[in-house]
């Protein structure tokens, strides 16, 4: 991971290099990232992976807040905090019929995580875009639990990984675009196996219990930069 990081580094610096020969300063199309860090309002939409079933959290409005603090050349360390309001369908596995739908139920999913982020420009914009990658880890949480449905989100580790555009025009403010992939794993309890009487299992015995989704996020953001 150290070596891929410092070619990446090396790669955005001579980049940066061989683009700005043949330009004055004034004319470059490339300018200095003045501040060091910056707090981010960001809103946007979460569209949650394939689940066999229907039980888990769907897709919703999500909306957080970002703080980053640049570490060295183009690197940078992003805290992030995502909420999502959304909703899952319960079922009481012991029932069978309709009686066993417990109907929609309104939930909400937290995304807690730590992400390095690198700068393909460098330390520089390049016509007051710059676009980001950045890749990390956290843990993401439920107030999924509903009455007569076994079902538990837990608190799943969360790798983070994807990509943005930022508009830097110049002064204390900036606006952001990004897209990102969460990935953790669902599980369904023992309870959606067990065949009730005169009945079907929820989940059939092929299904595995537990099983990694892949959840889209796609952001607009608002950033204040501050300390040069």
């Known amino acids: 991971m150290k070596h891929l990081l410092s070619a990446l580094a090396l790669a955005c610096i001579a980049t940066t290099a061989r683009a700005q ?3 004055l300063p004034e004319s470059s199309p490339y300018r200095d990232l003045e501040t060091s860090q910056e707090f981010t309002f960001f809103g946007g939409h979460y569209k949650t992976g394939k689940d066999p079933i229907g039980i888990a959290p769907r897709d919703g409005p999500m909306y957080g807040i970002r703080y980053q603090i640049h570490v060295g050349g183009p690197a940078f360390l992003v805290a992030r905090w995502s909420h999502v309001n959304t909703e899952r369908f319960a079922i009481d596995p012991t029932k069978i019929g309709t009686a066993r739908q417990l109907g929609k139920q309104n939930v909400s999913v937290n995304l807690y995580d730590i992400e390095l982020a690198l700068n393909l420009t460098g330390e520089k914009s390049f016509h007051h875009i710059v676009p980001v990658v950045n890749f990390g880890a956290g843990i993401a949480t439920c107030g999924c639990a509903v009455e007569s449905d076994p079902y538990t989100f837990g608190t799943p580790f969360a790798f983070s990984f994807g990509g943005g555009l930022r508009y830097v025009p110049g002064g204390r403010f900036q606006l952001t675009f990004d897209w ?3 990935l953790y794993q669902t599980k369904y309890p023992t309870a959606y196996y067990v065949i009730p009487t ?4 929820a989940v059939t015995s092929g299904q595995a219990r537990s099983f990694w989704k892949s959840n889209r ?6 950033s204040l930069l501050f300390f040069r």
């Open 21 to 23: 020969v043949g330009h």
């Open 217 to 222: 996020a796609l952001t607009l953001g608002a």
């Open 180 to 182: 990102n992939d969460y």
């Open 198 to 201: 005169g009945g079907t299992a």
